[in-house]
């Protein structure tokens, strides 16, 4: 049985930015384990490759167990583009996947 998730988060792009040519929304995928809900792998559509391999690593670790919180302030802190706030507002979406698993779920999971 897999024992990840894939939760996928959504926000509108800045316009000027590179990557709001190519798509109006911005998607974060976070794969999470099931048992401590940490993010073993992430992935978004911000336009460089450099960019998602930054935040890819800038996400891994954090559990959603901790909240939204701590994942929101490494971004505002590490972060700096005209993206950020579609960023968070992404992860921030994500996020409610994760609330919305745990309350369907209960503990059998």
Not at 3 to 15: C, N
Not at 41 to 46: P, R
Not at 78 to 99: E, M, N, R, T, W
Request: glycine share 8%; hydrophobic share 45%; net charge neutral.
């Amino acid at each position: 049985m897999k024992r990840t998730v894939m939760l996928a988060g959504h926000a509108k792009l800045p316009q000027g930015m590179a990557a709001s040519d190519v798509y109006h929304t911005l998607t974060v995928t976070l794969e999470a384990d099931l048992k401590y809900w940490v993010i073993i792998d992430a992935s978004c559509t911000l336009a460089t490759g450099h960019a998602q391999d930054f935040l890819g690593q800038l996400l891994k670790g954090h559990s959603l167990l901790d909240g939204v919180e701590p994942i929101v302030e490494a971004i505002g802190s590490h972060y700096y583009g005209k993206a950020q706030s579609a960023l968070i507002a992404a992860i921030k979406d994500a996020y409610k996947q994760y609330v919305y698993i745990k309350e369907q779920s209960g503990s059998f999971l």
